[in-house]
């Protein structure tokens, strides 16, 4: 899995928690991997790189640290929100 920008986070969380051994890879690692043409191909591309050891893994925090992570995410954005005087809708 490639992570770029924040999508990747709750596939991954899933994928973890569904037993699966998910390798996390820095995008720009992959970023000038030759011949990429499709997404397809740059997946199946990807696969073998992975197969083959060539792609290295980032670090990925234990469960807990990236709750506790998530929680103080949060906690910052409400205060911007709030420092900035915009009206809080709670979560649903």
């Not at 969380?13 to 569904?18: D, F, V």
């Not at 720009?28 to 073998?48: E, F, I, M, S």
């Not at 925090?61 to 009206?87: E, Y």
Request: proline fraction near 4%; aromatic fraction near 6%; hydrophobic fraction near 40%.
């Amino acid at each position: 899995m490639e992570s770029t920008g924040g999508h990747w986070i709750p596939l991954f969380q899933i994928l973890e928690t569904a037993g699966f051994e998910v390798c996390l890879v820095n995008a720009r690692h992959c970023k000038n991997l030759p011949g990429r043409k499709t997404a397809v191909q740059d997946c199946q591309r990807r696969q073998y790189l992975h197969s083959v050891s060539l792609l290295r893994g980032s670090f990925r925090p234990s469960a807990t640290v990236c709750a506790v992570r998530a929680l103080l995410h949060h906690r910052d954005g409400l205060g911007r929100a709030a420092a900035l005087g915009l009206k809080l809708v709670p979560a649903q």
